[in-house]
């Protein structure tokens, strides 16, 4: 094992010349800088536990930066690895630099650029566009509607299983789907079609800091003679369609993929409808082991709606199986009703006015080597942004204030 010399900044390199003046060798003042990534914030890295290695001896020092990312320390010839860590409430930040030289003449500076990586992660629900949009002849548009899904996090997530589902109510109507104190069940009431993504465990791969498009109608809106010239939006490239198999009710783009639906509470709509006036949307994953199969089989997760005639069922989600919900409401302020916990969604966001051709999406937070990492407080009113124009495949590339 490698025997770990540690050392006060202040005194470190005193202490290295001394011990190497008593062997005889030479030493040589090196400085070590330390920056965060491109888009952080600042540019040098103060208070990184810098971890310095002789290659050849094994020998080792350990120092930090100061206020100016610098770390000084004297070492002798010989050849170098530097590393660097530090960690932050929302990121996790590596580096490391090797092959590093002591030159007896001339400057001994040495750079260490860091790598974040987010603490958040995860998938969540980047861009909705449901306001739908006006024809030439001054008719409504929704078949143009999509959902983003982004994947925030630094590794690889696979879509195969994950579900998504609009919930009840919409409109101006108050969830009747509460605990008797008034507040919100834990378990949240689907509407319309529940789908799932296809793929048996790994076969529909999202990359870090990517996402997909989930359509109404996969095809380019604008030019397609089932489209709408005024539509916003191209869906021809959306990677996944809300297909409802039905004759001649709706159309299969073959370029995407079908998503499957698991439960839908009407059997007549053909179309995966998100209200214009405003719905909750989820994202989960049923728990391991349970297969959408048995879990809609099972009488105990439905439930009719309280105080209400009406004989549909409601397939029931627990919120804790939520990985992202996003509470899409109505424009007018006395109109505005809870209907996703708050630990799922804790504000709400809305667009002005319904056929707007306008989308609601979620913030970017930092964008770090070009990549983008959105905000997630999970508080829809703090992270997204209303009114926008609609762009599905498109990330910022500017962080939004």
Known sequence: MKKIQIFLVIILAGVAALTSCERGAQLYEVNITAYYPQGYGATVASGVNILVENTISGQEFILVTNSLGLAAISLEEGMYKVSGTQETSDFYLNGITENLTVQPSGDNNWELHLVATTKKGGLVIKEIYYTGSKTESGTNYYSDQFHEIYNNSDEVVYLDGLCISLIWPIGTTPSEFVNPDGSLMDRIPCYFHTMMFPGTGQQYPLQPRSSVVLAMDAIDH????????????????????????????????????????????????????????????????????????????????????????????????????????????????????????????????????????????????????????????????????????????????????
Request: one cysteine or more; aromatic letters at 10%.
């Open 222 to 401: 604008k030019t397609d003679p089932l489209g709408n010239p005024l539509s916003p939006v191209n869906l021809g490239a959306a990677q996944y369609e809300a297909f409802i198999e039905a004759p001649g009710k709706d159309t299969d783009a073959p370029q995407a993929a079908n998503m499957i639906v698991i439960y839908t509470t009407s059997t007549s709509m053909y179309d995966w409808l998100h209200s214009v006036f405003g719905q909750g949307v989820i994202i989960f994953r049923l728990p391991t082991g349970l297969d959408w199969q048995t879990f809609v089989a099972n009488t105990n997760n439905f439930m009719l709606r309280p105080g209400s005639t009406s004989t549909t069922q409601f397939l029931m989600v627990h919120k804790d199986w939520v990985i992202d919900g996003v509470e899409c409401n109505r424009t007018e302020e006395d109109k505005r009703f809870k209907r996703l916990p708050t630990t799922v969604d804790a504000g709400m966001t809305w667009s002005l006015a319904t056929y707007n051709s306008k989308s609601v999406r979620r913030k970017a937070e930092k964008i770090l080597d070009g990549k983008v990492i959105y905000k997630d407080s999970n508080n829809s009113t703090n992270d997204f942004i209303n009114d926008q124009t609609p762009t599905p495949f498109v990330h910022p590339s500017a962080v939004d204030l």
